[in-house]
């Protein structure tokens, strides 16, 4: 069973970058695609990226300025970085495994981050 | 941008009861790629289906997904207790991917 977990500082100063990891286990990265969405609280859901494991990205147009999706197959991992934030970039970041044709079939817990000074 | 609209945003019904949840694009969806999810407080969402029709292994036959082009309809026959979530539309044919506003079913 495929399982991913985000990890990451759970709270952001506002102008500053927020760095996510999402650590796979239960089957190698080196297949599929693996992506980002986040929910700020209390709203729905929103397609931030996603990354190939050979490193081909495409992101959401209304984030693509401000992040980088990059993968470390030796880790079977991948992460997130979103620069200049604010506090409309507070929300719950999930991870999951994109299978293409068939969605996204595993997802981490997500994890809050909340942009603050 | 495909942008999905979802309706109703709430469904008020009893356990036994079919639910018919709508979502509708702005364009045609390619290849109906269209996937429904489930998500329930404090959880990650769930594949529920995925091509519009298809159930991933593990998921209850009662639910049922149809439609094609740009409207979509996802079927629930008979509503279980822990049926009662909120339920998203995704259409993953063209980037960005996108998601519906969502629809919540709570139990009247």
């Known amino acids: 069973q495929v399982q991913l977990q985000e990890s990451g500082p759970g709270l952001v100063k506002p102008s500053e970058t927020l760095s996510l990891t999402c650590t796979v286990s239960g089957g190698s990265i080196s297949i599929f695609y693996w992506t980002w969405i986040r929910q700020p609280p209390g709203k729905g859901l929103e397609w931030i990226g996603h990354i190939f494991y050979t490193g081909s990205t495409d992101y959401n147009p209304s984030l693509k300025s401000r992040v980088t999706i990059s993968v470390d197959t030796s880790k079977n991992q991948f992460s997130l970085t979103l620069s200049s934030v604010t506090a409309a970039d507070t929300a719950v970041y999930y991870c999951?495994?994109?299978?293409?044709?068939?969605?996204?079939?595993?997802w981490g817990q997500g994890t809050l981050i909340t942009v603050s000074s | 941008e495909i942008v999905l609209t979802q309706s109703p945003g709430t469904l008020s019904l009893s356990p036994g009861e079919r639910a018919t949840l709508s979502c509708r694009a702005s364009q045609s969806v390619r290849s109906s790629y269209l996937a429904w999810y489930q998500q329930k407080p404090g959880q990650a969402p769930r594949l529920l289906i995925y091509g519009a029709s298809s159930r991933p292994t593990g998921i209850p036959d009662r639910f049922s997904g149809s439609g094609s082009g740009t409207d979509f309809t996802l079927t629930i026959s008979r509503l279980e207790p822990e049926d009662f979530a909120v339920y998203y539309c995704?259409?993953?044919?063209?980037?960005?991917?996108?998601f519906g506003g969502g629809t919540k079913v709570e139990i009247k």
């Open positions: 999951a495994r994109d299978v293409g044709a068939r969605g996204f079939d595993f």
């Open positions: 995704q259409q993953y044919g063209s980037s960005p991917l996108t």
